[in-house]
């Protein structure tokens, strides 16, 4: 039996995707730009209809553009003849996706797009074709071969058509001033959503729960008020309830070292006098962001008195999921 070797015919097809996407460059030009304005002007939806291979590129490219800012779904063509055009208004963006440009199930659907008013954008890999012919405006995603050695598996023309739709969406993204913020509002769930979105306020210790002591106690209380809230440090306040200082399980090492009496010595002796701190309104993954710059494992977070409020290290925000 003829030994197979997949490592040969692997690289060969990424080849001929990586050529093809080299080659699309050509196509990112006015037709390109109008076509990414009239997404921009849109005042309704972006709706993205391919049948076959270039509807599961459809599919992604709708999604993309859905979670970047611009509002957008997939309609496939076999049911928006059955009833689904109805979604579609005088408003809307409507992505026409074919290699051809002639597949039948498209092509069937355009005169109706046209009596609507909804204005189209074609992607095809054939200039000539009857879907560039008829939308406002061609999007050619041309490729010069498909990486199936058959040549007939759409390929490296599904690959050039999802990084066309991605260099859209993200083009319309930054014209948008589309920011992570607005990226976590519609991708609330799971890790993103916890960095992008969490506070301070919803992973802190607060309350009770919040190491204090007085600025005149020992370091022996100290760090029984440590050992009790397992945080590795505690804050230190003054007669007004303002945050004067920290003590950490760094400093306390260090004086070890010196041999100071824990049990007489009051704890503004040995706090460090300046020290990070954080709000409650400040999102989590900013807070991560200054702990791993300051090389820190904790912050206090303070209220607008300059009061503790709370506290949070490392271990909280690992286990919020932001880290």
Known sequence: MATLNFIQQGLRVLEIERQALS??????????NQACQLMYDCSGRIIVIGMGKSGHIGNKIAATLASTGSPAFFVHPGEASHGDLGMIT?????????????????????????????KMIAMT??????????????????????????????TASTTATL????????ALLEARGFT??????????????????????????????????????TIKDALIEMSAKGLGMTAIINS??????????????????QRIDIHSTEINVVMTKSCTTA?????AA??????EQKRINGLIVINEHNQPIGALNMQDLLKAGVL
């Open 23 to 32: 080659d699309i460059t050509q196509y990112v030009n006015e037709s390109f």
């Open 90 to 118: 005088a408003n809307d963006v409507v992505i026409l996706i074919s290699n051809s440009g002639e597949t039948s199930e498209v092509l069937n659907i355009i005169p109706v797009l046209k009596r609507i008013g909804a």
């Open 125 to 154: 890999g054939n200039q000539g074709s009857t879907m560039a012919t008829l939308a406002n405006v061609h999007v050619c995603i041309k490729v010069e071969q498909e990486a199936c050695s058959l040549g007939l598996a759409p």
């Open 163 to 170: 990084a066309m739709g991605d260099a859209m969406a993200v």
């Open 180 to 217: 992570a913020d607005d990226f976590a509002l519609s991708h609330p769930g799971g890790s993103l959503g916890k960095r992008l979105l969490l506070t301070l306020k919803d992973v802190m210790h607060s309350g009770i729960h919040t190491p204090i002591i007085n600025e005149t106690q």
């Open 240 to 257: 007004n309830q303002q945050l004067s200082g920290l003590f950490t399980d760094g400093d306390l090492r260090r004086i070890l070292e």
């Open 279 to 283: 709000t409650q309104e400040m999102l």
């Open 286 to 291: 900013e807070a991560l962001n200054i702990m």
